[in-house]
């Protein structure tokens, strides 16, 4: 069985093309999914209005079990690469196996609980009933029924990715999407089954990615019976990692809610450098998988002194991952926002947090880089305890505060500049200290 995996210290662990060997996978991974929803939106655009607003409404519930997902894989990723690191790839790979049972069990109550109450949960959506909430209500029936295979398959990257395998992942996750993504128009338009089509492409898909990554499981030769004890440490874990996606989550939600009061044109704009944020933070996130993976390896090993060594080069190199963000995105300020708006006013108030967004760049790519450092060590308490004191001491205040003195999209974006390097601060703090690098095969 062919597989990429790190024999060496840390600190050869932490050279760039090691590095580079395990985030450019990761890379690929991360953008899969989102690349597959822009060709599902093309396909389902041609329906007609009411099927696109169907599907928005659709994919926004299917993105947030995405999150859940991520939650699980994130989790499983570091318990896995500490056993790994230590010796034991059997008992990385039962990290895999529990992790996998519990992704199971979420994804069938997301199924369950979809068929019974998707249509309630379109209606409240959308606003009431009608054709678009009867059209959401169906596609999220038929698409929630790959909610097991989605979250299989995100257990699947965590556990791979822990014992350093970077080209099953890949393999598991494109192939089911390409697939997909020529099944999409055929079921859309030949087949006959319009909106329907679309849900069939992604449950096929989920369903065929999370079965690549349950063979994986099997061909490992490893008990495959749930142990509840494991399966609690990876909810306390999961639990953590949770209570700090809905911190960002609020987070985010506020300043779009504030950039609404201040007028369309506002709100546009902010989109626009909102996705692009988070574009670049997807890129960034590749390479906080490998610190993921490689710190939590070293800790496994006992290296605590590889294992800082390896932060310090992971957090260098995401700052140089910034800084050439940075310099791209002040380049395209006259031309990126007339890509996504022809309205002179929306580019007019891109402008306006354009600045922040390029300052945003470096502080962010240490930011991401050292949470894939604490995640891997297992200090998943400390970040989620800072995001909360970020959120509601800086982000939250700043841009409400924003909105009072009529400070406008800067005043928003000067919040989430705060609240980034709020961050920095406190991770910076807590590198420099002892308290993460805890060695061992479990924390």
């Given amino acids: 069985m062919s597989q990429s995996v790190v024999t060496s210290p840390a600190s050869d662990a932490a050279s760039p093309r090691r590095i580079a060997a395990l985030a450019l996978p990761a890379l690929v991974v991360l953008a899969a999914e989102p690349l597959y929803v822009l060709v599902d939106t093309a396909v389902v655009g041609h329906l007609g209005r009411v099927p696109l607003a169907a599907l928005a409404v659709g994919g926004t519930v299917m993105t947030l079990t995405a999150w859940l997902g991520t939650v699980v894989a994130y989790g499983t990723t570091g318990r896995s690469a500490r056993r790994f690191g230590s010796g034991d790839r059997a008992a990385a790979v039962a990290e895999g196996v529990q ?88 079921l859309v338009y030949p087949a006959g089954l319009g909106l329907a089509g679309s849900a069939v492409a992604n449950a096929a898909a989920q369903t065929l990615s999370g079965g690549l990554f349950a063979a994986a499981l099997v061909r490992e030769r490893v008990s495959l019976r ?34 609404a009061r201040f007028g369309a044109a506002a709100v546009g704009a902010h989109q626009i450098a909102l996705q692009l944020w988070f574009f670049t933070a997807l890129v960034l996130d590749a390479l906080a998988i490998a610190a993921q993976a490689l710190i939590g390896a070293a800790l496994g090993a006992g290296d605590a002194a590889g294992a800082r060594a390896l932060a310090r080069r992971i957090a260098l190199l995401g700052g140089a991952c910034g800084v050439a963000f940075a310099l791209l995105i002040a380049a395209g300020a006259g031309v990126v926002p007339s890509w996504f708006s022809s309205d002179p006013q929306v580019r007019e108030q891109a402008l306006v947090a354009w600045p922040w967004f390029v300052a945003l760049q470096p502080i962010g790519g240490v930011v991401f880089a050292l949470d894939g450092v ?10 989620r305890n800072l995001t909360i004191v970020a959120a509601l001491g800086g982000f939250l205040p700043a841009i409400w505060l924003a909105y009072g003195l009529d400070l406008g999209l800067g005043g928003i974006w000067a919040g989430l500049t705060l ?25």
Avoid: E, K
């Avoid at 997301?110 to 959506?125: E, K, P, Y």
């Avoid at 700090?244 to 300043?255: D, E, T």
């Avoid at 709020?422 to 200290?433: E, K, M």
């Fill in 419 to 443: 609240f980034v390097a709020l961050r920095l601060v406190a991770l910076l703090l807590r590198v420099r200290s002892s308290g993460w690098a805890v060695v061992g095969a479990v924390r």
């Fill in 99 to 186: 992790a996998s049972w519990l992704a199971l069990a979420v994804g069938v109550l997301v199924a369950l609980a979809m068929q019974i109450g998707g249509g309630a949960l379109a209606r409240t959506l959308v606003g009431g009933a009608g054709d678009v909430a009867g059209a959401a209500a169906q596609w999220l029936r038929i698409a929630a029924l790959g909610a097991p295979g989605l979250l299989l398959a995100a257990a699947g990257n965590g556990w791979l990715r822990g014992i350093q395998d970077t080209r099953r992942p890949l393999l598991f996750v494109l192939a089911p999407n390409l697939l997909s993504a020529l099944l999409c128009p055929l």
């Fill in 226 to 259: 749930p142990r509840p004890r494991l399966i609690r440490h990876q909810l306390v874990l999961s639990r953590d990692l949770l209570i700090r996606g809905v911190a960002f989550q609020a987070s985010f939600l506020s300043a779009t809610a504030v950039a």
């Fill in 374 to 383: 604490l995640i891997g060590a297992g200090d998943v308490r400390y970040l």
